[in-house]
């Protein structure tokens, strides 16, 4: 960046030890440390010139020198340090003194019968002269024009409450002239008095908010805690219910098993004796083959009337099995108590919520009728609660899935 500035924004001297900054502009190194060294306090630090903001105070980077600090260079050995900047002047932001010529310095006062602004130097004849002594002095305002009447250049001194607005004396000769007209003094006085009452009831609708807000921070604790008891209850009782459908899903496997080992044992049984029957009707069919070989007759006879005997005397009984027979009634008994569960648990559920539902945790107050009423969808609520959403559909219920009781399964085992 070339450098062509030889004088300092702040002091308007030539630049000695010049830095610049990230914005670019150049200021003496002595200036900038006391400018900013006043704005350490406030934590922001400005640009002198542009105004541009840094969060952070930036670190100045010296500048190589400047054609007038290379001459002084050449001709001084110990050049005297700058002057201090003058923070009295009037910047862009500030109200400048009306009397000051060339550099304005900042008013710290308006008078309201000069209209005009002054600096702490030439505010001294105000204090000072008798001149001045009815002058009305009031701290800095920057907008004088609005104690002036437009139309006659004067200063406003009336207020006319006929037509609301403040006047001069020249007003109340033709424009309002038969108007209700008072001293801007005497109605300030009872407007006073009015802003006054509007700031007890103010004060009143603070105390009564703040109320208001301990007592819903108050609920809303009490609700979070109502909340996580809801939820440990309901987690004990839906495990207690979880450990009932174990129970019941044990007996039923034990009835199961206990019918089809009974069952297996006595089909075991007629099959062994089944085996057996079978062993000795094969060995008497055997011997009814080697007598009817034999060539003996007296031997066949008298054998024959044996064996004819003793199979005339033998009723073996019969083994009838039933085709139908399965566990299918137990798996029914089992499917309508689970339809039974979901059905009653589901209507207990939409009870359930649809009485959460109509429980509100806080409205507004209507300051008319002085009673709580339900807030409207399209308006502002100030604090209103979030609707529970209700389940319609059976899918919505399964995770809310609640056993019956351990009666039902001692039905369901005394059915099979």
């Not at 044992?265 to 004796?273: C, M, P």
């Not at 005397?313 to 979901?342: D, H, I, M, R, W």
């Not at 609660?385 to 219920?397: C, G, L």
Request: charged fraction near 30%; aromatic fraction near 6%.
């Amino acid at each position: 960046m070339s450098f062509d500035q030889d004088t300092c924004y702040l002091c308007k001297e030539y630049l000695r030890d010049p830095v610049s900054i990230p914005c670019g502009h150049i200021f003496c190194s002595i200036c900038l440390k006391t400018y900013w060294d006043h704005a350490e306090h406030t934590g922001s630090f400005n640009c002198p010139e542009c105004r541009v903001s840094y969060s952070k105070r930036p670190t100045p980077r010296r500048i190589g020198g400047s054609r007038h600090s290379t001459l002084q260079r050449n001709t001084e050995s110990f050049p005297p340090p700058p002057p201090s900047p003058d923070y009295n002047v009037a910047g862009p932001q500030d109200v400048g003194c009306d009397i000051c010529v060339g550099k304005k310095q900042k008013a710290v006062k308006s008078c309201l019968m000069c209209l005009a602004h002054y600096c702490e130097k030439h505010l001294k004849p105000h204090y000072e002269s008798a001149t001045f002594k009815r002058h009305k002095l009031v701290d800095e305002i920057g907008h004088l024009d609005r104690q002036i009447c437009p139309q006659h250049q004067k200063g406003l001194e009336l207020f006319c409450r006929t037509d609301q607005m403040c006047i001069c004396v020249l007003c109340t000769v033709k424009e309002h002239k038969g108007h209700d007209m008072v001293s801007a003094e005497q109605e300030r006085s009872e407007e006073q008095q009015r802003l006054g009452a509007t700031q007890a009831e103010i004060q009143e609708r603070i105390h009564d908010r703040l109320k208001q807000m301990e007592e819903l921070k108050h609920a809303v604790d009490s609700l979070k805690s109502s909340a996580q008891r809801a939820l440990q209850d309901c987690e004990k009782m839906f495990g207690d219910m979880m450990r009932s459908i174990e129970r019941m899903q044990q007996e039923m496997a034990k009835l199961i098993s206990s019918n089809k080992r009974a069952a297996l044992n006595n089909a075991e049984s007629h099959l062994e004796r089944l085996t057996h029957e079978i062993a000795d009707l094969k060995a008497r069919d055997n011997e009814i083959t080697q007598l009817s070989r034999t060539e003996d007759h007296i031997h066949f006879i008298q054998s024959y009337h044996m064996l004819i005997a003793q199979t005339e005397a033998e009723e073996l009984p019969s083994v009838s099995v039933n085709p139908y027979f399965s566990f299918g009634p137990v798996t029914k008994a089992v499917s309508e108590l689970k339809q039974q569960l979901n059905d009653s648990s589901n209507d207990e559920l939409v009870k359930v919520a649809k009485t959460v539902n109509k429980m509100t945790f806080c409205e507004l107050e209507d300051s008319k009728k002085k009673q709580y009423q339900s807030i409207k969808s399209d308006e502002a609520p100030m604090y209103k609660s979030m609707p529970v959403k209700e389940p319609q559909y059976r899918e919505d219920f399964l995770r809310y899935h609640r056993p019956g009781r351990s009666s039902r399964g001692h039905r369901v085992s005394h059915q099979l």
